[in-house]
């Protein structure tokens, strides 16, 4: 198909690594033409869960990821304006030559898989973060928030959706929405945010398996998913997310 090739840049097939929540990255290798369709059912997942058009939507994950790139993708479909890490980085290096170096310290330190060492330099680097979601009047966060407790030096933990929050709530009075995935969302996580206003979802997919189109069926738990048929064949079942 010509015209969402040339959206791929061409490329007939993608390579992705998983986030490794196994204990190791796996590879999947995925046609355009998949990546594409499961990108149209995330949009749907999007959409039932409150995304809006126009919306502005800073999303920290890594193209890198499937879900990341998918993201992406989602985003300009759904005509939102989207933030993505990369340029998220990039401006918090440029605030001063003490952000520059935490922000190149802490990748040195995830490259070597020193979790623990990352999180001592991830402070200054969430401070920005806050900035940024000011200044960029960020409405929707896509961001990760482990299971793990929140002092951990656990992977993801340094730049964990709810440290970031808890350390200046004022830095999302115009935040609507956090969309938490890679780990079943902790209920002290969303139970604070909806508290404060803020609507909280997730949804299901892993990297090497077509990708669901969810949303939560309840104001309770928002792990508590239904997934739509997609596409239009097929039954709609009701699960508990892992």
Not at 33 to 57: C, H, S
Not at 111 to 127: G, Q, V
Not at 177 to 195: D, I, M, R, S
Not at 220 to 242: C, H, K, M, S
């Amino acid at each position: 198909h010509k015209e969402i090739l040339k959206r791929y840049g061409g490329q007939k097939l993608l390579i992705f690594g998983s986030g490794g929540t196994q204990g190791k990255s796996t590879q999947t290798v995925l046609s355009y033409l998949t990546v594409e369709l499961e990108t149209y059912a995330l949009v749907r997942a999007l959409a039932a869960n409150g995304f809006e058009p126009e919306q502005k939507i800073l999303c920290m994950y890594a193209p890198e990821h499937k879900g990341g790139f998918q993201l992406e993708r989602a985003a300009e479909i759904m005509d939102m304006e989207f933030h993505s890490k990369a340029q998220l980085f990039q401006w918090v290096e440029r605030l001063s030559p003490e952000y520059r170096a935490k922000v190149h310290a802490f990748r040195r330190a995830i490259a070597r898989e020193d979790y623990e060492e990352a999180d001592e330099h991830a402070l200054l680097i969430r401070k920005g973060i806050r900035r940024y979601i000011v200044e960029h009047k960020i409405e929707v966060i896509e961001a990760v928030q482990p299971t793990q407790g929140i002092d951990t030096g656990a992977k993801g933990m340094g730049l964990a959706a709810m440290k970031i929050y808890e350390e200046n709530p004022s830095a999302f009075s115009k935040v609507k929405h956090a969309f938490l995935t890679g780990f079943t969302v902790p209920k002290q996580a969303y139970k604070t945010l909806q508290e404060a206003g803020i609507q909280v979802s997730t949804t299901w997919g892993s990297t090497e398996g077509m990708a669901l189109a969810t949303s939560g069926i309840t104001d309770g738990n928002v792990n508590d998913l239904t997934a739509l048929n997609f596409p239009t064949i097929g039954q709609v079942f009701w699960y508990r997310e892992r």
